[in-house]
């Protein structure tokens, strides 16, 4: 029987270390291939639409064969629903966690928000799912329709707490939290559709724009 010092690791012999690794190996292709899969799925439903668009349409993207799809989703309504949860996760990652304090000035404030809508519409992938999101997702069916109805409710509520949080702290007028809420949320679904429908590409210069709008007003009053 080996021996070993204690707190020592036990080396695993070469065998059994070149098989960790060719797993490992494997798990990132087949990583990278449901990737490939949902990235050409995301590309041809903004293209084509939900029912224009078929699993050998995905597979002829992806350049896989048919049975290759089937290792990683149910038929096309899974990857669609899939596409979905992993965006909403992404957004909601990508929302700043607003710490707002009586010390936070306007142009901090502004410039957090600024760089979350940066992040969030400068992905490769942004016009193609804010088309999906919009345009597509909620004609598909009932559950679906649900989860994007969620989504917003979500993304209603997360406002509504920077909101009450801003007017307790006097940097907002007191007035109606949800209701600001909510036509903050209005004016983001307009914005998204406008840069996905590429109204407008300069994107510094449409986030300056909404974030003066969303902070000051139609009158632009900064006092």
């Known amino acids: 029987m080996s021996m070993k010092e204690p707190g020592q690791k036990r080396l695993l012999p070469p065998v059994a270390r070149d098989v960790r690794i060719a ?4 798990k990132l292709r087949r990583e990278k291939r449901k990737e490939q899969l949902l ?9 084509k639409g939900y ?4 699993v050998a349409d995905i597979v002829r993207e992806a350049g896989v064969a048919r049975g290759t799809f089937y290792l990683y989703f149910n038929n096309k309504r899974d990857i669609f629903q899939k596409l979905l949860e992993n965006n909403f996760s992404y957004i ?35 016009r193609d799912f804010i088309t999906l999101m919009i345009e597509g997702a909620s004609g598909v069916d009932k559950a679906l329709s649900e989860q994007v109805e969620h989504f917003y409710k979500t993304m209603t509520n997360i406002f509504c707490g920077y909101v009450a949080r801003a007017q307790s702290l006097g940097k907002a007028k007191k007035t109606d939290p949800y209701l600001l809420a909510r036509f ?17 590409n300069n994107l510094d210069q449409l986030a300056d724009s909404l974030l003066d709008f969303v902070m000051y007003g139609i009158r632009g ?3």
């Not at 990235?39 to 293209?47: D, G």
């Not at 029912?51 to 078929?54: E, G, H, I, L, N």
């Not at 903050?184 to 407008?200: A, D, P």
């Open 39 to 47: 990235e050409c799925a995301l590309k041809l439903f903004a293209r």
């Open 92 to 126: 909601f990652r990508t929302l700043p966690d607003l710490k707002l304090t009586r010390e936070m000035n306007e142009e901090q404030l502004r410039e957090a928000l600024l760089f979350a809508l940066r992040k969030l519409l400068s992905h490769r992938n942004s």
């Open 184 to 200: 903050i949320v209005g004016i983001l679904k307009e914005t998204f559709y406008l840069w996905s429908r590429q109204e407008v």
């Open 23 to 26: 797993g490992s190996a494997k």
């Open 51 to 54: 029912y224009s668009t078929t």
């Open 221 to 223: 009053n900064k006092t």
